[in-house]
């Protein structure tokens, strides 16, 4: 039940409401962006556009804000973003020359990428994997042609490779700004699971780099800075093994990766210990919930995320907006870009699954193909399909740029227009069945500028609904209500309000009086799952002796609203012997009501309701489990967990 619930919470959390726009005309941009102050004019807003190859290939077309057609590079180049990012993949190829997908980005694609950037203005940051596919925290396989080298044979193939790949970008007249060696490199690179050993690797990386393309900056790329310590860790190992580096970069993706607080805290650390540049290399964030290829997305459709924008255009500049100010005025004068990851990595344009996945296969536009299994068969090989992001890129279905796009030139200036609703938060309420539903008079609207302000809604909900709500025992319900042309969700859970204090013993006991009457050999809350009914916790008890469990478990209720109430409880046990257990209800310390209780095997769980009674303000009520038993085989033993003291309806 509860599960359900957030099931549905979630899935409805991520409904949000859009605003027609209604801008005057003359505005630069319906998009609010609060200037970010102290930007240097060299600061790297980078587009990671690995797969636009591909994406070309079948038949995407991109468009510029007039919706003419036109060159992605010179679209992203015009509105601010002076860096492109792209992967190279060692051999993303099975035998038979098809391509893994995820744009098939191996050096040739690079090179391609890099020499379109550098024909619009635009540096190059090649982002070296060092794998035949992704590479990321849990994935770091050794390209094949590599597979079985000693550190010694592999550390030369890296300086080769990398040497090789920045050497035909030089020839191509690519202008290479960085070279990041490894991709979230977590302790994990090419294989290897040390640092004594990544470290070679990086070295090799880093001395192609500067050997082919002295000016460039050499980084190195982690991501989880959430984990705590887990950067200082990082830095501390490349200092210990004097790895040749100028940028720490991180990727940051605001639904797991933590707070920019905490961000700040740990970038700030190491610029300022180790003299390292920082940067934001990977970030994105969804403008939707909705997916637009029939390949799901990894954000939108449910999930355990943190939301901290509204999945709208505003939304999407806001994050990137927040992030930029964090990069720029809280890394101690260190930060020096932020790269968006793959924002124009939308659909292939079909009408179903099968039809993009026939552009997937054959051009490698999706973020693995079949083909992949022979290099990645438990991942790749298994869930192969399209884009997971398209629902975060700054294009939207049809190839013409969101209005995000522009948030990059606009944090240089500001676009300080006059906010207004973007979207409403959603509403979620407990109810309990006997009580009135209270929905409230306001909810909030998530403004434009990301500020809040309470709005009053009208909800539509007849008296019969109501009435049915109330009487259809837990549940749960979407009320929706109007305000200002949106619509507003208020997520309403009916339930049998429980006005017991830690009544599954998950806090430990908290509230609940054990008396052991014959020193029993255990008798505790104890954190076992696999012995709980709900949740990992309850009251654990066994003794080897002959008669040696006797005892009360007990909590005492105090203020309860005038009523009729009802206690029910769980056990299970065994080994028990002769027993006398039940399950009692006290008012003013004098038994009112009791109901036998009985433990059979293990597994078996006895579920007991005492008679409900009446209760006035003004006395005090107890309810509890006796437990006698005894005992037999190896001793009496059991779990109690699961109780409940509910209000009954008249
Ligand atoms: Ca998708």
Same mark, same amino acid.
């Given at each position: 039940?509860m599960?359900?619930?957030?099931?549905l919470?979630?899935?409805?959390?991520?409904?949000?409401s859009l605003?027609? !726009?209604?801008?005057?005309?003359?505005?630069?941009?319906?998009?609010?962006?609060?200037?970010?102050?102290?930007?240097?004019?060299?600061?790297?807003?980078?587009?990671?556009? !690995?797969?636009?190859?591909?994406?070309?290939?079948?038949?995407?077309i991109?468009?510029?804000?007039?919706? !003419?057609?036109?060159?992605?590079?010179?679209?992203?180049a015009?509105?601010?973003?002076?860096y492109?990012?792209?992967?190279?993949?060692?051999?993303?190829?099975?035998?038979?020359?098809?391509?893994?997908?995820?744009g098939?980005?191996?050096?040739?694609a690079?090179?391609?990428?890099?020499?379109?950037?550098?024909?619009?203005?635009?540096k190059?940051?090649?982002?070296?994997?060092?794998?035949?596919?992704?590479?990321?925290?849990?994935?770091?396989?050794?390209?094949?042609?590599?597979?079985g080298?000693?550190?010694?044979?592999?550390?030369?193939?890296?300086?080769?490779?990398?040497?090789?790949?920045?050497?035909?970008?030089?020839?191509?007249?690519?202008?290479?700004?960085?070279?990041?060696?490894g991709?979230?490199?977590?302790?994990?690179?090419?294989?290897?699971?040390?640092?004594?050993?990544?470290?070679?690797l990086?070295?090799?990386?880093?001395?192609?780099?500067?050997?082919?393309y002295?000016?460039?900056?050499?980084?190195?790329?982690?991501?989880?800075?959430?984990?705590?310590?887990?950067?200082?860790t990082?830095?501390?190992?490349?200092?210990?093994?004097?790895v040749?580096?100028?940028?720490?970069?991180?990727?940051?993706?605001?639904?797991?990766?933590g707070?920019?607080?905490?961000?700040?805290?740990?970038?700030?650390?190491?610029?300022?210990t180790? /003299?390292?540049?920082?940067?934001?290399?990977?970030?994105?964030?969804?403008?939707?919930?909705?997916?637009?290829?029939f390949?799901?997305?990894?954000?939108?459709? /449910?999930?355990?995320?943190?939301?901290?924008?509204?999945?709208?255009?505003?939304?999407?500049?806001?994050?990137?907006?927040?992030?930029?100010?964090?990069?720029?005025?809280?890394?101690?004068?260190?930060?020096?870009?932020?790269?968006?990851?793959?924002g124009?990595?939308?659909t292939?344009?079909?009408?179903?699954?099968e039809?993009?996945?026939?552009?997937?296969?054959?051009?490698?536009?999706?973020?693995?193909?079949?083909?992949?299994?022979?290099?990645?068969?438990?991942?790749?090989?298994?869930?192969?399909?399209?884009?997971?992001?398209? &629902?975060q890129?700054?294009f939207?279905?049809?190839? +013409?740029?969101?209005?995000s796009?522009?948030?990059?030139?606009?944090?240089?200036?500001?676009?300080?227009?006059?906010?207004?609703?973007?979207?409403?938060?959603?509403?979620?309420?407990?109810?309990?069945?006997?009580?009135p539903?209270?929905?409230?008079?306001?909810?909030?609207?998530?403004?434009?500028?990301?500020? +809040?302000?309470?709005?009053?809604?009208?909800?539509?909900?007849?008296?019969?609904?109501?009435?049915?709500?109330?009487?259809?025992?837990?549940?749960?319900?979407?009320?929706?209500?109007?305000?200002?042309?949106m619509?507003?969700?208020?997520?309403?859970s009916?339930?049998?309000?429980?006005?017991?204090?830690?009544?599954s013993?998950?806090?430990?006991?908290?509230?609940?009086?054990?008396?052991?009457?014959k020193?029993?050999?255990?008798?505790?809350?104890?954190?076992?799952?696999t012995?709980?009914?709900?949740?990992?916790r309850?009251?654990?008890?066994?003794?080897?002796?002959?008669?040696?469990?006797?005892?009360?478990?007990?909590?005492?209720?105090?203020?309860?609203?005038? /009523?009729?109430?009802?206690?029910?409880? !769980?056990?299970?046990?065994?080994?028990?012997?002769?027993?006398?257990?039940?399950?009692?209800v006290?008012?003013?310390?004098?038994?009112?009501?009791?109901?036998?209780? +009985?433990?059979?095997?293990?597994?078996?769980?006895?579920?007991?309701?005492v008679?409900?009674?009446?209760?006035?303000?003004?006395?005090?009520?107890?309810?509890?489990?006796?437990?006698?038993?005894?005992?037999?085989?190896?001793?009496?033993?059991?779990?109690?967990?699961?109780?409940?003291? &509910?209000?009954?309806?008249?």
């Amino acid at each position: 039940m509860m599960k359900q619930w957030m099931t549905l919470l979630l899935a409805m959390t991520l409904l949000v409401s859009l605003l027609p !726009s209604a801008m005057a005309e003359e505005a630069v941009s319906t998009l609010y962006v609060k200037k970010v102050e102290n930007l240097p004019e060299d600061f790297i807003f980078g587009m990671d556009v !690995s797969s636009v190859l591909a994406e070309e290939r079948s038949g995407v077309i991109y468009r510029d804000f007039d919706g !003419s057609e036109a060159d992605l590079f010179r679209v992203l180049a015009d509105n601010g973003i002076n860096y492109i990012r792209v992967r190279v993949w060692n051999d993303p190829y099975d035998a038979q020359g098809r391509g893994f997908g995820g744009g098939n980005c191996d050096t040739a694609a690079a090179v391609e990428m890099g020499r379109r950037a550098t024909a619009n203005g635009m540096k190059l940051l090649v982002d070296f994997h060092y794998s035949d596919f992704w590479a990321d925290p849990g994935k770091q396989m050794v390209p094949r042609s590599w597979k079985g080298m000693d550190i010694e044979t592999k550390t030369e193939a890296v300086y080769q490779f990398t040497r090789d790949c920045l050497l035909q970008m030089k020839d191509a007249g690519v202008d290479v700004g960085m070279v990041q060696v490894g991709n979230e490199t977590n302790g994990r690179l090419c294989g290897e699971r040390t640092w004594f050993n990544i470290q070679y690797l990086m070295q090799a990386g880093a001395r192609a780099t500067r050997e082919v393309y002295p000016g460039a900056l050499v980084a190195l790329h982690f991501a989880n800075p959430e984990k705590e310590g887990s950067y200082a860790t990082y830095a501390g190992k490349m200092a210990y093994y004097n790895v040749d580096y100028d940028v720490f970069a991180t990727s940051y993706y605001p639904y797991w990766h933590g707070s920019l607080d905490n961000l700040s805290r740990v970038l700030t650390e190491i610029a300022e210990t180790y /003299g390292k540049k920082v940067m934001v290399v990977e970030t994105s964030y969804a403008f939707t919930p909705e997916d637009s290829d029939f390949s799901g997305n990894t954000i939108g459709e /449910g999930g355990g995320i943190v939301k901290d924008y509204p999945f709208t255009v505003q939304g999407q500049a806001n994050c990137i907006r927040n992030i930029t100010e964090t990069v720029v005025n809280r890394t101690g004068g260190a930060g020096i870009g932020v790269v968006y990851w793959e924002g124009a990595w939308i659909t292939v344009g079909g009408q179903s699954w099968e039809e993009n996945h026939e552009k997937w296969e054959a051009f490698g536009s999706g973020w693995a193909s079949s083909y992949a299994a022979v290099y990645d068969p438990d991942d790749a090989g298994r869930y192969y399909g399209g884009s997971a992001v398209d &629902n975060q890129a700054m294009f939207d279905a049809q190839g +013409r740029p969101l209005e995000s796009l522009k948030v990059f030139s606009l944090m240089r200036t500001g676009n300080d227009i006059p906010p207004v609703a973007d979207a409403l938060e959603e509403v979620t309420l407990i109810c309990d069945l006997n009580a009135p539903l209270r929905l409230p008079q306001t909810v909030n609207a998530v403004m434009t500028d990301d500020s +809040r302000a309470a709005v009053p809604v009208q909800w539509h909900l007849s008296a019969a609904e109501e009435s049915r709500m109330h009487t259809s025992g837990p549940a749960q319900y979407d009320v929706i209500g109007t305000t200002g042309g949106m619509t507003a969700h208020c997520y309403v859970s009916m339930v049998e309000y429980n006005y017991l204090t830690d009544y599954s013993f998950e806090e430990g006991g908290v509230g609940w009086e054990i008396t052991d009457l014959k020193n029993a050999d255990e008798l505790y809350v104890e954190d076992k799952s696999t012995d709980s009914l709900t949740g990992t916790r309850h009251m654990h008890f066994w003794s080897a002796r002959k008669d040696s469990v006797e005892f009360t478990v007990e909590q005492t209720v105090r203020d309860l609203p005038a /009523g009729k109430y009802r206690f029910t409880v !769980s056990i299970m046990g065994g080994d028990a012997g002769d027993t006398d257990i039940y399950a009692y209800v006290k008012l003013d310390g004098q038994i009112v009501g009791t109901a036998p209780m +009985r433990i059979t095997s293990y597994g078996n769980w006895d579920t007991t309701t005492v008679p409900a009674f009446d209760y006035q303000p003004g006395h005090t009520v107890a309810v509890g489990v006796y437990v006698k038993c005894q005992g037999a085989g190896n001793g009496a033993w059991g779990k109690i967990d699961d109780a409940l003291l &509910n209000s009954v309806q008249e």
